[in-house]
């Protein structure tokens, strides 16, 4: 069965669900003193050792914590914990910061008692500044984790550095006739611009699913997910998303050949994409989110490159934040594209106004077209007319408190 013959009304998205409502996982997140008053300091814990699957940034300065990640994650592909901090991205900063980064993770796991390999570890914050490693270490002593809504949200809370909401997403659906469950939350507003994922992305499952598997799943996800949002270009140090699976919903195996499996791809899908939108409508400054969906290509990959071409342009960004429906930025972001496309076929339409029809301009009420340029979520649709194939993308408008957030960002 392919995702395209799912019935969705196998999957349900839960209301008020969290990073804790797969069975098995627990959280916290406390203030350390990294930062003047906020939580900065949290971590995810599961019962049992968990299958896992990962997603790193392709910036060649990784951060140290990603280093040690990798690490951990190579022994078994297995992880039982991810302790993770804010204020302090622990980024370029040499063998003092890949010490501090392994100090972290075995400190993490003599708390919980259990192999230091079973710990991954994440930082956010300032790049270049050591961390204050009596601070780190008075937060893993001060962690209790719980299965509770308050616990997880003082994990999200935690997790954040300029982002002003918490994301989360879950969703569950049934697999040999079992509840499987996968929860997630990520931290990002700004530096989102992804080449693998973006930002930090923790997604936690009961389900029964082998490492590779669900790498391979991850993969194909971020590609259509993570991997299709922008806030301002720029791809962070620290850039990861882990997923662990506890196997606690004791389905049989998922492979792709179960009779499930779409069920649960499609799930694991949505929850990324859910989270992917909740970064892109949080950039620093932002406004409203942008949608953008491109038909009528001749590929998926040229859909979506161009897709995010369109919303990753500052001209078509400052545009929406200004309620301008200037057409003109987004053709122009379509003919850069380095995507082959005929100048001669394309419509535009922002919302249902139609505003270019096989590359003619038409006629539209500028005042409609401002009053929905005005909403909190704006959809562009453009159709190439090339092909049968098409991309989604997601990003924000730019606007002055963007330049004032980041004019500022260490102080």
């Known amino acids: 069965m392919t995702t395209s013959e799912l019935n969705l009304a196998d999957i349900k998205k839960i209301k008020n669900g969290t990073i804790v409502t797969p069975l098995g996982f627990s959280t916290d997140g406390v203030h350390a003193g990294l930062r003047f008053e906020k939580k900065d300091f949290g971590v995810i814990v599961s019962e049992v050792p968990a299958n896992c699957a990962a997603v790193y940034t392709l910036n060649s300065f990784q951060a140290a914590p990603l280093y040690v990640t990798k690490e951990s994650v190579a022994v078994e592909n297995k992880l039982q914990a991810v302790v993770v901090n804010s204020a302090c991205a622990n980024a370029c900063t040499g063998e003092q910061g890949l010490k501090d980064a392994y100090t972290m993770r075995n400190t993490c796991a ?60 879950c969703y569950e659906t049934t697999i040999d006739g079992k509840i499987v469950t996968i929860g997630g939350t990520a931290k990002g507003s700004g530096m989102i611009h992804p080449n693998m994922a973006t930002m930090l992305g923790f997604v936690t499952t009961d389900a029964n699913i082998s490492s590779d598997v669900l790498q391979e799943a991850l993969c194909s996800i971020t590609n259509v997910s993570f991997n299709q949002i922008t806030v301002d270009g720029d791809t962070s140090t620290n850039d990861m998303v882990i997923v662990l699976a506890n196997g606690m919903a004791e389905n049989n195996t998922l492979t792709p050949d179960h009779s499930d499996w779409a069920s649960f791809y499609e799930a694991l899908r949505l929850t990324c994409e859910d989270l992917a939108k909740q970064v892109a409508r ?27 071409q369109i919303v990753g342009s500052n001209l078509v960004k400052t ?61 562009v649709n453009v159709d190439l007319q090339q092909g049968t194939e098409s991309g989604k993308a997601w990003g924000c408008d730019l606007t002055y408190d963007y330049v004032k957030i980041n004019a500022s960002y260490r102080s």
């Open 282 to 308: 949080d950039g620093e400054g932002a406004t409203k989110l942008i949608e953008v969906n491109v038909s009528g290509a001749t590929t998926h990959e040229a859909a979506n490159i161009i897709a995010k």
């Open 110 to 169: 003599e708390k919980l008692n259990v192999a230091p390999h079973y710990v991954a570890v994440a930082s956010t914050g300032v790049i270049g500044e050591l961390l204050d490693m009596e601070k780190i270490i008075n937060g893993i002593n001060l962690l209790n984790p719980a299965r509770s809504l308050q616990h997880a949200e003082a994990f999200q809370t935690a997790i954040l550095t300029t982002d002003i909401v918490m994301k989360t997403a």
């Open 319 to 379: 545009a929406m934040y200004g309620a301008d429906a200037n057409w003109g930025r987004i053709i122009c972001s379509v003919g850069y594209s380095g995507v082959t496309i005929n100048p001669e076929t394309v419509n535009v339409s922002i919302g249902d106004i139609l505003m270019l029809q096989n590359s003619q301009p038409q006629s539209f009420n500028e005042e409609q077209a401002k009053a929905y340029l005005q909403r909190d979520v704006v959809i």
